[in-house]
């Protein structure tokens, strides 16, 4: 099936490539575009469509962009990351799991994995991330001193 992409302020794709990422890097999408007429958006949702079915990137933004010529004239292309380019800023600090010398967790300190990870999704500016595939049942040690969220969120998954 042959399908299409969409940008705010863009009119003539020629053609479209994302490369999906997992994790926290963002997705980039390059598209090979005529010359426009007018602006391009900065920052928009970026839209594949294939017959009935469209594929939506919200809160995307253009990185940059260039152009090439040749036997066929000018051609421009554009980057765009999906919206996990805001994850590369802000922090989070906190200290969580603290354990007495006896190996007992102080309870003032305690906090769930999925509460750790929802707190690192709040820095991240992320509203209803599903963190229910986290474990609940470990209580792992914390120390997040102005640690990009992103990364602590990453680490935090990547040892459960």
């Known amino acids: 099936m042959h399908g299409y992409a969409t940008f705010p302020g863009i009119q003539f794709v020629r053609s479209a490539d994302i490369t999906f990422s997992q994790g926290i890097s963002p997705s980039r999408c390059t598209l090979e575009i005529a010359p426009q007429p007018g602006n391009i958006a900065r920052t928009g949702t970026l839209q594949f469509i294939f017959g009935d079915t469209t594929l939506k990137f919200p809160d995307c933004i253009v990185d940059y962009g260039s152009s090439d010529f040749n036997s066929s004239g000018e051609l421009w292309r554009v980057y765009i990351f999906d919206r996990r380019y805001k994850w590369a800023w802000g922090q989070i600090s906190?200290?969580?799991?603290?354990?007495?010398?006896?190996?007992?967790?102080?309870?003032?300190?305690?906090?769930?994995?999925?509460?750790?990870?929802?707190?690192?999704?709040?820095?991240?500016?992320?509203?209803?991330?599903?963190?229910?595939?986290?474990?609940?049942?470990?209580?792992?040690?914390?120390?997040?001193?102005?640690?990009?969220?992103?990364e602590a969120l990453a680490e935090l998954c990547d040892s459960l």
């Not at 991240?124 to 792992?140: F, S």
């Open 94 to 150: 906190g200290s969580y799991n603290h354990r007495f010398s006896d190996g007992t967790l102080k309870s003032d300190t305690e906090k769930t994995p999925q509460e750790l990870a929802k707190l690192c999704l709040a820095a991240m500016g992320e509203n209803g991330g599903d963190v229910t595939q986290l474990p609940n049942y470990v209580r792992p040690l914390v120390d997040w001193a102005a640690t990009p969220p992103a």
